[in-house]
Nanobody, 125 residues
Framework: QVVLVESGGGLVQAGGSLRLFCAAS????????MGWFRQAPGKEREFVAG????????YYADSVKGRCTMSRDNAKNTVYLQMDSLKPEDTAVYYC??????????????????WGQGTQVIVSS
């Protein structure tokens, strides 16, 4: 079982930055690929970024590419999402997700097995 807890959300002006954190429990963290998703009011939950278990491979949604950087520290059981040049359309609840061992490269909700409770990001114009 993996428990994920996100933090770091908040209110920021357009053009600003935020860094999201996701702390994971469990001894298999360093063998799990991880992802960030987001869900805006009235919209489906969408993929934002993913990272391989070792951190050497990252991939992003087109909507955030060049503005977001996902990273991880396996010694701290934590993944991060650095978000820069934020836009009002980035406003959403951001969720951290983990794939079970053996899964890699997921971009859809069905490919992730564990979810956090989410952290709210609001970008004002």
């Amino acid at each position: 079982q993996v428990v994920l807890v996100e933090s770091g959300g908040g209110l920021v002006q357009a053009g600003g930055s935020l860094r999201l954190f996701c702390a994971a429990s469990g001894r298999t963290f360093d063998r799990s690929s991880m992802g960030w998703f987001r869900q805006a009011p009235g919209k489906e939950r969408e993929f934002v970024a993913g990272i391989s278990s070792g951190g050497g491979w990252t991939y992003y949604a087109d909507s955030v590419k060049g503005r977001c950087t996902m990273s991880r520290d396996n010694a701290k059981n934590t993944v991060y999402l650095q978000m820069d040049s934020l836009k009002p359309e980035d406003t959403a609840v951001y969720y951290c997700a983990a794939q079970r061992i053996g899964r890699v490269g997921g971009r859809s909700r069905d490919e992730y097995d564990y979810w956090g409770q989410g952290t709210q990001v609001i970008v004002s114009s």
